[in-house]
């Protein structure tokens, strides 16, 4: 029986009112001091009142965070900055630069070589897992994996023969330039649960989903 799994998606700057981007670009560009509701209300031209509203939403949604309380001439103001996910909607391009990577690492490796790597890296990112399947094992310990899976952005769910189907890729731009991006999440399964596991479709491949099997 598969189980229900709802993804919580991270805010994107498509999400966020162009008064409120237009914020946290504000903040963005001041991070390293902070600026206060004052400071804000005078850069932008708006209330008070609008600039409080906008900062309430925002660290509703994790996207801002107090800095600093300093003194603005009366009573200590607060000053606000954008946390790490506010600042992961102004434009990225870790998958340029992951595109990059992995091409060279191909051509100076090669195919085998560029594998290798990727298993390495998925074996690091399992051992840090490990420790929440102490003492699991049976469908408790697959349901954990799954969990972890999710945490990772998969969109895991258990399959009542015991395979485990991905649904969204998170490597998905990566496949573009070769399908060895996913030998890391075959290797990253496999050195979760301690076995071999067999990946018996693939979205990079055109399949609707990914499914591995424990081997």
Do not use: K, W
């Not at 290798?116 to 690091?124: P, Y």
């Not at 496949?175 to 496999?190: H, K, M, Q, V």
């Not at 596991?197 to 424990?214: E, L, T, W, Y």
């Amino acid at each position: 029986m598969e189980h229900t799994y709802l993804p919580t998606l991270a805010p994107t700057a498509a999400s966020v009112s162009p008064s409120r981007l237009r914020l946290l670009t504000e903040l963005q560009r001041n991070r390293g001091t902070g600026m206060t509701v004052d400071e804000l209300s005078e850069s932008l031209s708006v209330s008070h009142n609008a600039v409080q509203q906008h900062l309430t939403a925002l660290q509703r949604d994790g996207l801002v965070r107090i800095s600093a309380t300093r003194a603005t001439g009366g009573r200590p103001g607060r000053a606000y900055a954008p946390t790490e996910a506010g600042l992961e909607l102004f434009p990225r391009r870790y998958a340029q630069l992951a595109e990059g990577l992995i091409r060279h690492s191909r051509e100076l490796f090669g195919a085998e070589g560029l594998e290798r790597l990727l298993e390495s890296l998925a074996a690091e990112a399992a051992a840090a897992c490990r420790d929440r399947l102490v003492g699991l094992s049976g469908n408790a310990r697959l349901e954990a994996v799954v969990g972890l899976l999710n945490e990772l952005g998969y969109d895991a769910t258990l399959n009542a023969d015991g395979s485990v189907t991905a649904h969204n890729c998170v490597f998905h731009q990566l496949t573009r330039s070769g399908n060895e991006i996913c030998r890391y999440d075959r290797a990253l399964l496999g050195s979760i649960l301690g076995s071999g596991v067999d990946h018996d479709s693939c979205i990079a491949d055109g399949h609707a989903c990914c499914r591995f099997r424990p081997a």
